[in-house]
């Protein structure tokens, strides 16, 4: 897998992360990208996207609140989590724009947010 999330973890209802997904260098340069959340018993979702030129979407659910950027001298994006509420508990990975499920996944990184 050339996209690894990391950064997650328990925070309060209110908290902040950031979460970083080292990219490799090909895929950097060719894709966009994007994070995508699933929550136990739901779907996977994605939670925002950016494109090579730096053009960012994120989903209703979280504008405002989360910011996605990327780093083109580390090959990193980022996803910062702010105002976090408990339904934005989930497993958040990162992966091209436009992957489904049969595509090669990380493992992601558990963001618990509790109440």
């Known amino acids: 897998v050339q996209l690894q999330a990391s950064g997650g973890g328990l925070v309060q209802a209110g908290g902040s992360l950031r979460l970083s997904c080292a990219v490799s260098?090909?895929?950097?340069?060719?894709?966009?990208i994007a994070w995508y959340r699933q929550a136990p018993g739901k779907l996977r979702e994605v939670v925002a996207s950016?494109?090579?030129?730096?053009?960012?979407n994120c989903a209703d659910s979280v504008k405002g609140r989360f910011t996605i950027s990327r780093d083109n001298t580390k090959y990193t994006v980022y996803l910062q989590m702010n105002s976090l509420k408990p339904e934005d508990t989930a497993v958040y990975y990162c992966?091209?724009?436009?992957?489904?499920?049969?595509?090669?996944w990380g493992q992601g990184t558990l963001v618990t947010v509790s109440s």
């Open positions: 992966n091209r724009w436009g992957s489904n499920m049969s595509d090669a």
């Open positions: 260098r090909s895929t950097f340069s060719i894709n966009a």
């Open positions: 950016i494109s090579r030129s730096g053009a960012t």
